[in-house]
């Protein structure tokens, strides 16, 4: 079958997926139109949970699968103890999946745990050796390897059948009998209409869609279900496979068996964007289940869309377009936490944060300001750079990524990197005394140490002053986590930022840790009696929580009773 690179209209095939011509990404609205499925609603999610009696999948939630046909009749057969079973399969064209292969099996994954049924996978060797240039031992032995993969997604052994078409035509009769039965209710214009065939196509072709609709069928496996032929099946896969089981459907019926049910997904996005699938024939469009995590970023930083505008003032005016940020939409499938996945999204949307994979995949920079502790606290020089040392121990055993994690005291790094002072003195020359004393309250009878400081706190908000990490790039952006009584210093940090050609850093403010005595204050390091230590024994821990921590009692013993009550 012939593929056009840039199709003037949408083309979605078993074969093919590519969004038309000007078009960002794939339109699955217009797809369950062309299709005839229909849409997975608020009221289907919320009888899925209650027959379940578990949440929905974030697959689910987040319209990763959005289309089905007759789920709600598996529903009700599940409510009615009647018997289905699952079917999803895989094409083995590579040595090994990429990560939008494995969407399908996650969530079968999940269906099977939920409804504790028997699942049935079918590896179609036979299809890649008609489809793709390899010989039938290659394709077999590729569906051997992708099993491991498969079976990796940790499914019940003892209710998962998975099977190559060609192992298991040549030792059940059941299978290959169903094959016939679909293909005599098949003509070859109907093959040619569902899946656009070709006269110059190859026979084998138009005669294998009946072998990967027979597996929906209960018949098809005796050993499993035995002479019932009457079980419903329900299957997960990609819209693009739709045309198999639309054909399966139309026959089902003629041949006494009951339709299959489907639920259909998106499709998991190529590196460079929503507009195509990851396609295993395109390792440059596919992260592979076997790529090294230098692979990975190396794809990431090479191939990926990034969903950013076309020139830096709209990028800064409308924020990330996440709907074609590839980075983010491959967060949408795999990271569950709905609450931070909105955040990134915000984040996003602002303009205010680096790409996707910089915000997950980054280099970290880690403070240690010794000088500024000297300037505040009756500290001598070398006992402050000593305590920034002991410090950095309780946070190396936090476990940040070793090769991606830089720490430095102020007290070393001012003395071997030029970068780093210059920055400061750019930033100093950028704010008046007047303008230091309104955002610190700084007085005049405050040494000018105290006054230069926040020039050095806000320095490594800047790329350009880590040029053994970051070489001569100063537009990498910059994500802060703080407490928010940090912000002073960045609000200064964003005000100077564009003076200085620097791109402004964002920020996340946390609240405060209590203080012992109550969250009218935070925990203080100044005031061992409102803290709790990381080197304070059990023993200190209990005795200051009984001696020091404020219980949220009321004043008197009949108030506290009465509130009780109430």
């Known amino acids: 079958m012939a593929e056009s690179s840039k199709p003037k209209e949408q083309v979605v095939t078993p074969w093919t997926a590519q969004a038309g011509e000007g078009e960002q990404k794939i339109d699955y609205d217009r797809l369950i139109v062309q299709f005839g499925s229909n849409r997975i609603d608020e009221s289907l999610l919320q009888r899925i949970e209650a027959v379940t009696k578990k949440p929905a999948h974030h697959f689910l939630r987040r319209k990763v699968f959005f289309s089905h046909r007759d789920v709600p009749d598996i529903l009700t057969a599940y409510e009615q103890n009647k018997p289905f079973f699952l079917y999803t399969g895989r094409g083995p064209s590579s040595e090994s999946m990429h990560l939008g292969h494995l969407i399908p099996f996650l969530f079968t994954k999940y269906l099977q745990d939920v409804f504790d049924v ?5 590896m179609t060797d036979d299809e890649k050796f008609m489809w793709k240039d390899l010989q039938l031992e290659e394709a077999h032995r590729l569906a051997y390897e992708n099993a491991k993969d498969i079976i990796a997604c940790g499914f019940d052994v003892n209710k998962t059948f998975i099977f190559s078409n060609l192992d298991y035509m040549s030792c059940c009769p059941a299978f290959y009998r169903n094959v016939l039965r679909i293909q005599k209710c098949v003509t070859c214009n109907q093959a040619k209409g569902i899946f656009g065939f070709q006269d110059t196509d190859c026979i084998g072709k138009m005669a294998f869609p009946a072998v990967q609709a027979a597996p929906s069928f209960s018949s098809t496996f005796p050993d499993i279900f035995g002479d019932n032929k009457d079980i419903r099946c329900l299957i997960p896969c990609a819209i693009d496979q739709d045309p198999y089981f639309r054909m399966t459907r139309d026959v089902a019926p003629r041949l006494g068996f009951p339709k299959p049910a489907l639920l259909h997904s998106t499709f998991f996005p190529a590196l460079q964007g929503p507009q195509s699938k990851m396609s295993a024939s395109d390792p440059t469009s596919s992260i592979f289940l076997t790529d090294t995590p230098s692979q990975i970023k190396n794809k990431i930083n090479k191939y990926a869309f990034s969903g950013g505008r076309d020139t830096k003032e709209e990028h800064e005016k409308y924020g990330g377009n996440t709907e074609v940020d590839v980075s983010y939409q491959y967060l949408t499938f795999f990271m569950e936490d709905d609450e931070r996945l909105a955040e990134i999204k915000q984040v996003r949307l602002e303009g205010t944060a680096q790409y996707l994979q910089d915000v997950f995949d980054v280099p970290l920079v880690i403070q240690m300001t010794d000088d500024e502790k000297f300037m505040w606290k009756d500290l001598q020089l070398e006992e402050a ?3 920034a040392y002991e410090n950095a121990k309780d946070i190396i055993a936090c476990g940040f990524d070793v090769n991606k994690t830089f720490i430095f005291s102020n007290l070393d790094y001012m003395s071997c990197c030029p970068a780093f002072y210059r920055n400061v003195l750019r930033i100093q020359k950028c704010v008046t005394c007047n303008q230091a004393k309104g955002i610190f309250g700084f007085q005049d009878t405050d040494c000018i140490g105290k006054m230069a400081f926040p020039a050095v706190q806000a320095a490594p908000s800047f790329s350009s002053t880590f040029p053994d990490i970051f070489g001569d790039n100063k537009d990498i952006r910059c994500l802060i986590p703080c407490a ?21 850093p ?3 403010h946390s609240t405060f840790f209590p203080a012992l005595q109550g969250p009218q204050s935070k925990m203080s390091a100044s005031d061992p009696t409102s803290s709790i230590f990381l080197t304070d024994t059990p023993s200190q821990i209990k005795n200051k929580i009984n001696k020091y921590a404020f219980s949220g009692g009321r004043g008197t013993k009949e108030e506290h009773e009465k509130m009780m009550s109430v």
């Open 118 to 122: 028997p699942l049935v996978i079918q």
């Open 506 to 508: 964002a920020l996340l």
């Open 484 to 504: 928010i009584d940090q912000d002073p210093y960045f609000r200064m940090t964003r005000d100077v930022a564009p003076r200085l050609g620097f791109p402004k």
């Open 385 to 387: 750079h000593r305590l």
